[in-house]
């Protein structure tokens, strides 16, 4: 390995955006001590940054860390990082012959570690758990950045493992993540995606009341210049009222609440240790219809869970049939040891059963977005462009396509919006849409003579080609959630 090797590194990230946000950190950290990154197969130092969320995701990290432990260079170091290694049971599965592993509340301190597996003097991090909440500039400031405005949970929802692997909630200063937004948006990020687990009670251990809604309008009147500004993960909450009023006040703030509910039934919900008043649940919808202009709901949802019967399962498909929410991801419950689900006293429901619930549910969903796409067409949309590449059709013809997303879809869980020709990536322009599916909508530019190419003709080309010339990310195998279950690759601003 040569020097100029020996100062890279290569980062690769699995599992949610809140992991993605720490890599971005540790990158941040690594190139602040002289290391640049490059291809796994060059970079002397490969951190996974793994996902521990559920067993299809702890095996795919497990998967990522082996192949990277088969393929390594002589010289090179590899670190296991993130979430997996915070869980004590499942720590002993990281293969063996990793250098570190690093646990998702440690992540600030890669340079020490990396310095010390490079043999190089450095000073001890000093910070203690705070540090996982540090403020960074990404190098590459992209159309669209996540800004983790807090880390841990205090519910205890009992399917879940993140308050095992996170601990309890540790929120960012408001004057850190307006510091971190201002950056971005001077360097030309237009759309800013705040992400916690709970995000709605952020600022709650800083002792801030009503710390979000206060976030939000600050945001709105300090960074005037910023066109989108997206939050995710709302868990369902009174004070959800009150962010709703004020998303309704900024045009910047989009109308897009993603609210996970999980279930419908009170009792599964209470078993789950969830908010059980469903009356609550649809008051908050009914409330953001009623505020905010064109707006977009997405939830998630558990099925198979411990105990779940036909006529609560029942409930759930009617609730899902009459809401028509916008976007509806679907798990089945899966047995994560350490959590209460799994100790309950309660039937299990068989896999199949519970497959074909999910089915079921992703079956109404996906006929409800149909019917909103088919609404937009004919409508101009302002999309932001986040990647250009080529779409080629069966029979070799090839031509330049961009992709990019409207105000009605959150990154890497809905839809894309597909535009032949080649767009300026990171510009937000207006788009008639021509052609829509359950997830993805064709558009063009208001007065362009449309092209003989067809969707159905150049759909899976497009994804070919979009994936080959734009940098991807692995597939969410472990976000079953991601339409409904089908892996895709997120699409990155075009390399070139
Ligand atoms: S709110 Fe519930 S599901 Fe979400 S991270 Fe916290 S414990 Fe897990």
């Known amino acids: 390995m040569t020097d100029t090797l020996s100062r890279t590194f290569h980062i690769v990230t699995l599992g949610c955006s809140k992991n993605r946000v720490d890599s971005d950190g540790m990158a941040h950290l690594l190139r602040g001590r002289g290391m640049q990154p490059a291809a796994a197969p060059e970079a002397r130092v490969v951190i996974v940054n793994t996902c521990g969320f559920l067993g299809a995701a702890r095996d795919e990290s497990v998967g990522v860390i082996q192949e990277m432990l088969d393929a390594r260079q002589p010289g090179q170091v590899v670190i296991a990082a993130g979430c997996m290694p915070a869980l ?93 937004i201002v950056d971005l948006v001077a360097r030309g990020t237009q759309e800013i995606v705040l992400v916690a687990q709970d995000t709605i009670r952020y600022g709650a251990d800083l002792g801030i009341k009503h710390g979000l809604p206060q976030l939000l309008e600050s945001i709105a009147e300090q960074v005037p210049n910023l066109p989108w500004l997206r939050m995710l993960y709302i868990y369902p909450s009174p004070l959800t009222l009150r962010m709703v009023d004020v998303m309704a006040q900024h045009d910047a703030l989009l109308p897009y609440l993603d609210m996970p509910i999980q279930h419908a039934d009170r009792t599964v919900l209470r078993t789950m240790n969830r908010p059980s008043d469903i009356d609550m649940t649809l008051r908050l919808i009914d409330h953001a219809r009623t505020k905010l202009t064109d707006p977009v709901l997405r939830t998630t949802l558990i099925v198979g869970y411990p105990g779940e019967t036909d006529a609560q399962f029942q409930t759930l498909y009617d609730f899902i049939a009459a809401q028509e929410l916008d976007h509806v991801g679907v798990f089945t419950w899966s047995p994560e040891p350490g959590t209460k689900a799994v100790e309950l006293d309660l039937p299990r429901v068989p896999p199949a059963i519970a497959e074909e619930r999910r089915n079921a549910i992703m079956e109404v969903q996906q006929g409800i977005s149909l019917k909103k796409n088919r609404a937009l067409v004919g409508q101009t949309l302002q999309v932001l462009i986040e990647a250009v590449g080529e779409a080629e059709d069966d029979r070799g013809n090839s031509e330049p396509i961009s992709v990019g997303r409207a105000r009605r879809h959150a990154p890497e869980v809905d839809g894309m919006v597909f535009v032949p020709g080649e767009r300026p990536v990171g510009e937000l322009i207006e788009l008639e849409i021509a052609e829509a599916t ?20 150049t759909h899976a080309a497009t994804g070919r080609a979009i994936r080959k010339r734009a940098k991807t990310r692995r597939a969410m195998t472990n976000r079953p959630e991601r339409r409904g279950g089908r892996p895709l690759p997120v699409i990155q601003p075009a390399a070139d």
């Open 88 to 180: 004590g049971d499942y720590a002993s599965d990281i293969p063996t012959g990793v250098d570190r592993v690093l646990t998702t509340r440690e992540w600030f301190r890669i340079g020490e570690v990396v310095g010390n597996l490079l043999g190089e003097r450095v000073e001890p991090e000093s910070a203690g758990c705070q540090g996982m909440l540090t403020t960074f500039s990404p190098t590459e400031a992209g159309p669209s950045a996540y800004v983790k405005i807090a880390d841990g949970c205090d519910h205890n929802c009992h399917f879940c493992t993140i308050p095992s692997i996170k601990g309890r909630q540790m929120s960012k200063r408001p004057l850190h993540v307006m510091a971190e």
């Open 438 to 457: 359950p997830y993805d909508l064709w558009a063009y530019a208001p007065g362009v003579e449309r092209r003989a190419a067809r969707p159905n003709d």
